[in-house]
Every structure is written in structure tokens, then in C-alpha cells.
């Protein structure tokens, strides 16, 4: 399978906890992009990388999540001191110069 | 900004053809199209550039008007398949590339 992965598919983890998820791009893309999805709503950008620059964060990206791309190829979303709203859906994204972003599957957080 | 979908739902019988519309306040530099099934990630549609642009195929087909404010996704003789949640993302003059901003989705329910 050559599309976007994320690991792990779903976290369940107890508030105060940090978390990390992983995104392992399409080979061949040099743009990568967070999303977070909670339910009945579209994705909301948090972050964006080309290659290994981190070019954007959005405003709802906290001071307790960071975001890594090291060497331009995976990347990893950590998120510390969890707290219940960061329960959501976690994509990823990639996508080359031809700007069609391919999503990953998503990692699941449940903060309880 | 936010585009604005329309409608938030519909339901159609097998055969049914719908349109699903979003509109921004500004005009746009790119829109894009995706379809989520219930937990699973989006999946890419199509994405339009031009303004007066038309892209697809006979049965799912977009269009982009000439002010580059409006697209409207167009899904002809729907299929069980069909069904799932329609997502507009789009992308502004100015604005970070990839940096869509998703509408809250139209959700389509083929019935046999």
C-alpha cells in the first residue's frame, strides 16, 4: 500500500498524559499536513510541512502540541498535557507540487 | 473564512441526482472536493483552479464560477456508493498553499 499511514489508528489515553502519533507520507510528496476533525466538522489545518521546514501552525495549535518532520520524510504530532478537547480525529496529509492532498487513515484520541 | 456548504443533507432514492453547493465571500484560489464514509479518511475528489472551470466525469462533475467564489458538486443517477459526507476545502488568494479550510460538510444518504 503506497498511501499516506498513520500509526497508532486509535489512542485512548487519561488527561495530563502525553501522546505522540505518527504520519508516514507518500514516498514521493514533500508536503505534509495536520488536520484535526471532531465530529460534524470538516478537518481544520494545524500545520504544514515542506520537506523538513515546518512552513505554518494554525492558531489552534497550542503551545502543548509540537510537530516534527525531521529529514523530510515521517512526521510525528506530540501532544502534551492532554486535556478532554483534544479528543478528535487526527489526519494527516501529503501531498506533491500538484497540490492534491491524499489523507491518511487518522489516529483516533479519546482523553478521558 | 469559512465557505458555506449547502445543503447540510439530503436524502436520495438510488438513481437521484443532487447538488451540493459551496460558497465563499471572497474569491478563491483553488477549491477542492472530498467524500468521507463514516470513519474513514477523506477522499480526494477533484479539484478546480479556473474560474468557468467544469471537471469530471458524467456522473460526479464540479463546476467553478466565473468570480471564483461558488463551486457546485454535481452527482448524476446517485449510487448506494455515493453515500458519505461531502467536504469543500478551500484555498485563498494570499494564503499559505495547502492551508485548505473545509467547510462543515453536506451529508448524502442513497436509500435503495
Known amino acids: 500500500d503506497t498511501g499516506v499511514s498513520q500509526n497508532p489508528r486509535h489512542k485512548i489515553t487519561k488527561r495530563g498524559q502525553n501522546v505522540t502519533f505518527r504520519c508516514d507520507p507518500i514516498?514521493?510528496?514533500?508536503?505534509l499536513y495536520w488536520y484535526r476533525q471532531t465530529l460534524g466538522q470538516g478537518p481544520e489545518f494545524l500545520t504544514y510541512?515542506?520537506?523538513?521546514?515546518?512552513?505554518?501552525k494554525s492558531r489552534l495549535l497550542s503551545d502543548r502540541f509540537s510537530a516534527e518532520r525531521p529529514k523530510g520524510s515521517f512526521s510525528t504530532l506530540e501532544i502534551q498535557r492532554t486535556e478532554q478537547g483534544d479528543s478528535a480525529m487526527y489526519l494527516c496529509?501529503?501531498?506533491?507540487?500538484?497540490?492534491?492532498?491524499?489523507f491518511g487513515p487518522g489516529t483516533r484520541l479519546t482523553v478521558l | 473564512q469559512q465557505p458555506v456548504q449547502s445543503p447540510q443533507a439530503v436524502i436520495l432514492r438510488e438513481g437521484e441526482d443532487a447538488v451540493i453547493n459551496c460558497s465563499s465571500s471572497?474569491?478563491?484560489?483553488?477549491v477542492h472536493w472530498y467524500r468521507q464514509k463514516h470513519g474513514e479518511a477523506p477522499v480526494f475528489l477533484m479539484i478546480?483552479?479556473?474560474?468557468?472551470e467544469q471537471k469530471g466525469h458524467e456522473k460526479i462533475s464540479a463546476s467553478f464560477n466565473e468570480k471564483k467564489q461558488q463551486s457546485s458538486l454535481y452527482l448524476t443517477a446517485s449510487q448506494l456508493s455515493y453515500s458519505g459526507t461531502y467536504f469543500c476545502?478551500?484555498?485563498?488568494?494570499?494564503?499559505?498553499?495547502?492551508?485548505?479550510?473545509f467547510g462543515k460538510g453536506t451529508k448524502l444518504s442513497v436509500k435503495p
Open positions: 510541512f515542506q520537506n523538513e521546514a515546518q512552513l505554518e
Open positions: 478546480l483552479l479556473k474560474g468557468g
Open positions: 496529509a501529503s501531498s506533491s507540487r500538484l497540490e492534491v492532498e491524499f
Open positions: 476545502g478551500t484555498e485563498s488568494y494570499g494564503g499559505s498553499q495547502g492551508n485548505l479550510i
Open positions: 514516498s514521493e510528496h514533500n508536503r
Open positions: 471572497k474569491a478563491l484560489y483553488s
